[in-house]
């Protein structure tokens, strides 16, 4: 046998069963109340413990009995809550283990959470994660209120908080609810999208929020206009809409306005363009419309565009994860084919149209590849069963990226187009109801770059048009371009020439485009990572048979992402498309599961 030193072959050893049998001790210990040296009162009984086991299983314990307050002298130490709960703590202090059920475990996580024992927190959080849906709102509600408060429980908080805001027309229903609900947990609910489900509708909502008022008038009367201001009114009917808000409300001169301008609005509900729901989202769409816009990310396997939406003040963001692959592989060969070119939404709908490029080198391929997509380059998203069904083809084959508007029952189309094998910029339409295609303007007569529609209804065109000739600088290379900008009215097909009076050093380029903000025309040049956007302010009259535009100096907008806005976007239902939320680095989010009670 080799031998060794004494301080080597040195080996760790131990015994399960020996920490059983110790604590298995201790516990006894405490039943027959032997050895210990403290008394814990919880409302009309003591229980006799050891404060060394209390200080180890427990922060708050520890602090009392070592850091010189003079608990840790005493004999007898009252703590507040219930026997029940407080004998399972004590349980786990001396086993690790107690009994949870749906009539216990709320107790005995506050009594956890108070006393700072991390390991029956996380079994109470862990239990009440499995049974989210079996509580009362009352129940709920206190759970929120212990978890919301606790950074390592913020997931259980989230979840009792998404039950809160789902069931809001109980919460209100409730007294635990309206007792002690503050004005900021009712301003963070209101805020939330998810708020306004099948069984909850932006009336109950209003009725709602003027029961949590009414409940607490004088007191809370002060928030009456913020609350108010979260809730889409255009949504409720307005020969309801006073006698919901009743006098009280009214007599206050805000809300008043408020609700006359809603009155005014609503009247034009059916005959406004382009449609309240986009002009005045606030008010006349549902919590569950999300502006979006859409971008493609192609891997090795499939040809599913990915969804990008934007990001706005609480609200939250959220990614396409159910859209079926959109039918644009060339059927003859598995060359890897091209994007997507365009997207639109009506009535939650999805219309794509699609110009797949061929690779290959092989001319009849070529060929029959092109009479395929003269067939094959328009189609509808169907939610309810995950698929894209194809549409009457356009008429005119499209290159590129076209932009594509739903206006009222037709999705207008503006894009380059080859024509006798040539290509002209044209404006086509797709009547919805009737699925049929027609040709409004055959030629543009420039390229176009961009185009928006303008909440008056109609569509600013922007192109450029090359001129044979000198330069501005007097060379004779390639000609030279000037700038086109067009308003095209779908009421009545016309396309009217604005003439543009520029006064600045403009370039007209791809990435300069018109943008409309708050009722206001700017022009944006893009930059690149060295230089920032430039963006013009620009005066238009479009209201005469001769509209004009003056593109005036430099401004700055901080509030507007403008590339962004560069980017064709929609609005749509996210509950009617296969949504889920996303986590969001956007610094403007409200954060979930955060909000302190008061």
């Known amino acids: 046998m080799a031998s060794c030193k004494q301080d080597q072959c040195v080996q760790s050893v131990g015994n399960q069963s020996h920490l059983s049998r110790l604590s298995s001790g201790l516990n006894q210990l405490r039943h027959q109340a032997a050895f210990c040296d403290v008394n814990i009162i919880v409302g009309d009984q003591r229980f006799p413990a050891h404060k060394a086991v209390l200080s180890c299983a427990s922060d708050y314990f520890q602090g009392m009995f070592s850091s010189g307050f003079q608990e840790s002298t005493m004999s007898e130490i009252t703590v507040p809550g219930t026997e029940e709960s407080f004998a399972q703590i004590l349980d786990f202090a001396y086993t690790g283990y107690f009994n949870l059920s749906l009539r216990t475990v709320t107790g005995i996580f506050q009594m956890a959470c108070y006393m700072v024992i991390p390991e029956a927190m996380d079994l109470c959080a862990e239990y009440l994660r499995e049974v989210k849906d079996s509580f009362t709102i009352e129940d709920c509600y206190e759970i929120w209120s212990i978890t919301s408060n606790h950074s390592s429980l913020a997931d259980v908080a989230q979840l009792y908080r998404r039950y809160l805001v789902e069931n809001f027309s109980k919460c209100v229903q409730s007294k635990v609810f309206l007792e002690n609900s503050s004005a900021s947990v009712m301003l963070d609910i209101l805020s939330d999208e998810d708020i306004e489900t099948d069984n909850t509708t932006e009336e109950q909502i209003l009725r709602g929020t003027v029961t949590w008022l009414k409940y607490d008038w004088e007191q809370r009367k002060v928030h009456a206009v913020d609350l108010l201001k979260k809730i889409r009114l255009g949504l409720v009917p307005v020969d309801r809409l006073h006698k919901l808000l009743g006098d009280e409300l009214l007599a206050i001169p805000e809300c008043k306005d408020i609700v006359e301008e809603v009155v005014k609005l609503s009247v034009t509900m059916d005959t406004a363009s382009p449609p309240l729901i986009k002009s005045h989202p606030e008010l006349f769409a549902t919590r569950n419309t999300i502006t979006a816009s859409l971008e493609e990310d192609y ?13 706005k003040t609480e609200t939250a963001c959220y990614k396409m994860t159910k859209l079926a692959d959109i039918p644009n592989r060339y059927p003859y060969s598995d060359e890897k084919v091209s994007a997507v070119g365009a997207f639109v939404s009506n009535e939650n709908q999805l219309y794509a149209a699609i110009d797949v490029g061929y690779n290959g080198k092989d001319r009849e391929d070529s060929r029959n590849h092109d009479k395929w997509l003269l067939a094959n380059n328009f189609f509808q998203y169907m939610p ?17 990226y076209p932009k594509m508007f739903h206006i009222k029952e037709y999705i207008y189309m503006i894009g380059e187009c080859e024509v006798s094998k040539e290509c002209k910029d044209m404006i086509q339409r797709f009547h919805i109801h009737s ?9 543009l007569l420039f390229h176009t770059l961009y185009a928006i529609l303008l909440t008056t209804g109609q569509i600013l065109v922007t192109g450029r048009q090359e001129r044979a000739g000198p330069n501005p600088d007097g060379s004779r290379y390639g000609g030279f371009c000037v700038p086109v900008v067009a308003l095209y009215k779908p009421t009545t097909n016309e396309l009217l020439h604005v003439h543009v009076d520029i006064s600045v050093d403009i370039t007209l380029h791809e990435d300069t485009f018109f943008m409309e903000h708050d009722n206001n025309y700017y022009l944006v040049t893009q930059g690149n990572h060295k230089e920032p956007d430039q963006v013009n302010r620009v005066i238009c009259d479009f209201n005469s048979d001769r509209p004009t535009m003056v593109i005036g100096d430099v401004v700055e907008i901080k509030t507007v992402d403008t590339r962004r806005q560069f980017h064709q976007e929609f609005t749509f239902d996210k509950r009617k498309l296969g949504l889920v939320q996303v986590p969001c680095e956007c610094e403007s989010h409200v954060k979930k599961g955060e909000a302190k009670m008061e």
């Open 384 to 400: 309810e069963t995950n698929e894209w069904i194809l549409l009457p083809p356009i008429p005119v084959r499209i290159l590129g």
């Open 435 to 443: 699925k049929s295609w027609e040709i409004l303007v055959d030629d």
């Open 299 to 311: 891997d090795d396997t499939s040809t599913a565009p990915v969804v990008l939406f934007k990001c």
